[in-house]
T-cell receptor, first 115, second 117 residues
Framework: NAGVTQTPKFRVLKTGQSMTLLCAQD?????MYWYRQDPGMGLRLIHY???????AKGEVPDGYNVSRLKKQNFLLGLESAAPSQTSVYFC??????????????FGEGSRLTVL | AQTVTQSQPEMSVQEAETVTLSCTYD???????LFWYKQPPSRQMILVIR??????QNATENRFSVNFQKAAKSFSLKISDSQLGDTAMYFC??????????????FGTGTRLTIIP
């Protein structure tokens, strides 16, 4: 059972470099989310998507862009990485079929270090 | 905007004992959902328990139960007969009643729970 898969799991970048994190889910979920987790701050929502071709800003969107060209994939891009973007990034998805549960299904996280 | 507060950054308890993790939240909504998620050292977030605000009965899942006090905006998690596998970071989270585009979780800062053998 793959569920939500994030790639890569680890990455080290230099300031100013760009990169893309890929999230893939095989549960046919409509909603997908990108969160970042920092010590003492819990998880904060960066961007989310309510369906293919849609994206919306979350709590901390600055410095990130996202795209949802296919229903199963949600990409998070950093155009010019900054040390403040050093974090663990989590992708999650949730579905709207059947009775509402509100449960989000998370990937294993991607640890990004910006030097 | 909703806020979720977890005032206990760290807790520890002996194996087999009972422990309660606190969570308070602030919202002007009348209908919403509350969650406790567990993040073990493996990092993957797992749903522990869910409470719907319009239900007065407290949710229970095996050894896990909640004390939901809507008027006080309090949502604590009780773990009974704690086990070593309960060692994890626990996050309290809030979600508005779902409308299109509204299904986002707001998390607290977490409580790191250690079960001592």
């Amino acid at each position: 059972n793959a569920g939500v898969t994030q790639t890569p799991k680890f990455r080290v970048l230099k300031t100013g470099q760009s990169m893309t994190l890929l999230c893939a889910q095989d549960m046919n979920h409509e909603y997908m989310y990108w969160y970042r987790q920092d010590p003492g701050m819990g998880l904060r929502l960066i961007h989310y998507s309510v369906g293919e071709g849609t994206t919306a800003k979350g709590e901390v969107p600055d410095g990130y862009n996202v795209s949802r060209l296919k229903k199963q994939n949600f990409l998070l891009g950093l155009e010019s990485a900054a040390p403040s973007q050093t974090s663990v990034y989590f992708c999650a998805s949730s579905g709207r079929q059947g009775p509402f549960t509100g449960e989000l299904f998370f990937g294993e996280g991607s640890r990004l270090t910006v030097l | 905007a909703q806020t979720v507060t977890q005032s206990q950054p760290e807790m520890s308890v002996q194996e087999a004992e009972t422990v309660t993790l606190s969570c308070t939240y602030d919202t002007s909504e009348s209908n919403y959902y509350l969650f406790w998620y567990k993040q073990p050292p493996s990092r993957q977030m797992i749903l522990v328990i869910r409470q719907e605000a319009y239900k007065q009965q407290n949710a229970t899942e095996n050894r896990f139960s909640v004390n939901f006090q809507k008027a006080a905006k309090s949502f604590s998690l009780k773990i009974s007969d704690s086990q070593l596998g309960d060692t994890a970071m626990y996050f309290c989270a809030f979600m508005k009643h779902p409308n299109f585009g509204n299904e986002k979780l707001t998390f607290g800062t977490g409580t790191r729970l250690t079960i001592i053998p």
